[in-house]
């Protein structure tokens, strides 16, 4: 089964989501920058993280640190909740000098599956992730504070309580540290320039590649043509752009970077089963229950 890499829809200004899976949804092996916590609310659920296979029950989890390559099995009558940041979010604090490691370091040190934590710290980290869902879900006036303020004392817990275990070098895993920062260089250069046009030997030359070379390092890493990435990039801001404003779709493949409207419409279809007015107006309907009149 081919490993791909996830771009999890994070807010550039607030990195950070939580998303509500059942038992049905799997999986399948992939990796991403961000960090990832999944909790079992309810049931058993059936993942492994890199090459260590395990069965989580009822309030355990684990921690996924960027780079690290999982999958969730399906897994009936279970209920998971699965929380994703990026590290840049606590940049603020980050350039303190009272901690041992960085976090990217904390994140490596510690035993990812919470069934090997001491059960007092497994209830405390239980606690914390489930305010995070509150203030998530209900969202009151200044929750988003609220959220980072807990994701704090989440780390603090794994700085001051974890510290039968103890830190160690990174490990050198498939997806290295300076694979995940070549990538993220080609990332930031698709977001600055997505609307204009992208040769791969632009990219390519980011990193100093060939074109060839290139081809064979982003294929190896992310599961996908560099092209393929791009267009799946540009559909996906054609759809914020669908869904918040009126532009003609015309207009719409020009703001994303397609160069013709046919290629646009295309690829958007292929990509999400129906014509961009289509997909605005079922999505509009849903979103405002039209459907079930």
């Known amino acids: 089964m081919a490993i791909y890499l996830e771009f999890p829809r994070l807010d550039k200004a607030f990195p950070y989501r939580c998303i509500e899976n059942d038992g049905s949804i799997l999986t399948t092996p992939h ?12 049931g058993k659920v059936n993942l492994g993280v890199n090459d260590q296979p395990m069965q989580l029950k009822e309030n355990e989890f684990v921690f996924i640190k960027g780079g690290d390559i999982h999958y969730v099995m399906a897994s009936p009558k279970s209920e998971r909740l699965v929380f994703q940041f990026d590290l840049s979010f606590f940049q603020d604090v980050m350039v303190l000098n009272n901690t041992p490691f960085t976090l990217e370091e904390l994140f ?43 994701l704090c004392e989440l780390i603090t817990v794994m700085y001051r309580e974890l510290d ?16 995940l920062e070549q990538l993220s260089m080609v ?26 070379y290139f081809t064979k390092f982003f294929k190896k890493h992310t599961g996908k043509t560099f092209v393929t990435f791009l267009n799946e990039y540009r559909i996906d801001k054609a759809k914020w752009i669908l869904l918040n ?6 207009e719409i493949a020009g703001k994303v970077g ?19 007015l289509q997909y605005k107006s079922s999505t509009i309907k849903v979103a405002f229950g039209q459907d079930q009149i």
């Open 31 to 42: 990796w991403h920058k961000e960090m990832e916590i999944i909790w079992i609310v309810k």
């Open 108 to 150: 490596a040190s510690i035993e990812p599956y919470s069934t090997f934590w001491r059960p007092d710290i497994q209830k405390k980290i239980v606690q914390l992730l489930n305010k995070l869902y509150q203030e998530g879900k209900e969202q009151q006036i200044g929750y988003a504070y609220a959220i980072k303020s807990l």
């Open 164 to 179: 039968h275990f103890k830190p160690r070098m990174v490990s050198n895993k498939p997806y290295s540290r300076e694979i």
């Open 187 to 212: 990332f930031q250069y698709v977001e600055k320039n997505y609307t204009h046009p992208i040769k791969l030997a632009d990219a390519a030359k980011i990193l100093g590649f060939t074109p060839s």
């Open 245 to 250: 404003e009126d532009d003609p779709v015309t």
């Open 258 to 276: 397609f160069g013709s409207t046919k290629t646009f419409y295309r690829l958007f279809k292929e990509s999400i089963g129906i014509a961009p």
